[in-house]
């Protein structure tokens, strides 16, 4: 009886072993998602963006790991994601039926980021009439822009590290590019915001599978330009 009883307890002791062992193992997988990490940036980051940042996801090794996702993992820190396909600072997305940029002040909700990201404007080159797409106003899109980052200045505090991205760009459409670009680093520098630019990222051979959106190499080229820059000290 007594060899039996010291037998549940090898096993008991086993089963115990086995859960705290799979206990750290899951802590590690979902760090990025659920808490902050141990990085420069122990607060996280938030990333406000369009389809560059929302067709992909969080997991090492696929071919859809989006370019945040590997910032993040460079820098051990949670990232949270509030991006929609085909929006921007002034176009609604999912085909018009979605929202804009600042239409998601759950962007702004919780314990400010260590770092806010704005990922986008590639879209704005068109706004939304009667569910169809019309070319944009330079005066639209300014003021679009601006207002969005007057929110976002407003919203955050001294301490969280405020990021615009240059508008991630293919090769398709460069006129666009170079207008949605230009008011969009104008703005920036207007409300003194921390501008990186990503021209040269995504406009190269086997960078974009459609012209637009990323491969992986195309996110991994975009992760690069953003771990050059939070890596630097902020501009004054």
Not at 15 to 34: E, K
Not at 132 to 151: H, I, K, P, W
Not at 177 to 192: C, D, E, L
Not at 194 to 215: C, I, N, Q, S
Request: glycine share 12%; with cysteine.
């Amino acid at each position: 009886m007594a060899r039996h009883g010291h037998g549940r307890r090898v096993l008991v002791t086993v089963a115990l072993a086995l859960l705290i062992s799979l206990g750290v193992t899951a802590g590690r997988q979902g760090a990025i998602g659920t808490e902050p990490g141990t990085g420069p940036f122990p607060q996280g980051m938030v990333v406000v963006g369009d389809s560059i940042t929302a067709r992909y996801d969080d997991d090492p090794g696929s071919a859809e790991q989006g370019w945040w996702s590997l910032v993040g993992r460079h820098f051990d820190t949670e990232v949270r994601t509030f991006a929609q396909s085909g929006s921007g600072y002034q176009r609604p997305g999912h085909r018009c039926g979605g929202n804009r940029f600042i239409d998601r002040p759950e962007a702004f909700e919780g314990p400010a980021p260590s770092v806010f990201i704005v990922e986008g404007g590639r879209n704005d080159w068109a706004t939304c009439r009667q569910g169809g797409l019309v070319e944009s106003t330079d005066a639209a899109v300014q003021r679009a822009v601006n207002r969005y980052f007057d929110v976002v200045s407003r919203s955050l505090p001294p301490t969280t590290r405020i990021v615009v991205l240059g508008p991630p760009w293919g090769p398709l459409d460069p006129w666009q590019q170079r207008r949605i670009t230009s008011i969009v680093h104008t703005a920036a520098k207007r409300h003194g915001l921390e501008y990186v630019a990503t021209k040269g990222t995504l406009d190269r051979p086997g960078r974009t599978v459609d012209g637009v959106h990323p491969t992986l190499e195309g996110s991994k080229a975009l992760a690069d330009v953003v771990i050059a820059a939070l890596s630097s000290r902020p501009p004054r």
